[in-house]
């Protein structure tokens, strides 16, 4: 299982929004870090930039993979109209 790190945009949002959504949210990450490169149905590569989509309802996850480190970075997480800015 792959190790997850917030950066502090991204651990602050998850402070500020309801206490559901963030734990959906976090359950979502983790199931992903378990087999990060497995077909995740609400997971994308992003295009144009390094990095990959999490779709959680109407919130969406920015995140890296570091392979050599074991490491899932998560560098954002915003709703949908905001997140890719």
Same mark, same amino acid.
Do not use: C, H
């Given at each position: 299982?792959?190790?997850?790190?917030?950066?502090?945009?991204?651990?602050?949002? *998850? *402070?500020?929004?309801?206490?559901?959504?963030?734990?959906?949210?976090?359950?979502?990450?983790?199931?992903?870090?378990?087999?990060?490169?497995?077909?995740?149905?609400?997971?994308?590569? *992003?295009?144009?930039?390094?990095?990959?989509?999490?779709?959680?309802?109407?919130?969406?996850?920015?995140?890296?993979?570091?392979?050599?480190?074991?490491?899932?970075?998560? *560098?954002?997480?915003?709703?949908?109209?905001?997140?890719?800015?």
């Amino acid at each position: 299982m792959y190790k997850i790190t917030y950066t502090t945009q991204a651990a602050k949002s *998850l *402070l500020k929004m309801p206490r559901d959504v963030a734990k959906r949210i976090q359950e979502k990450i983790e199931q992903v870090a378990e087999d990060p490169f497995a077909s995740i149905p609400n997971a994308k590569k *992003l295009q144009g930039r390094p990095g990959y989509r999490l779709r959680v309802g109407d919130w969406r996850v920015i995140y890296e993979i570091n392979a050599e480190e074991i490491v899932i970075i998560v *560098l954002k997480i915003a709703p949908r109209g905001e997140v890719y800015r």
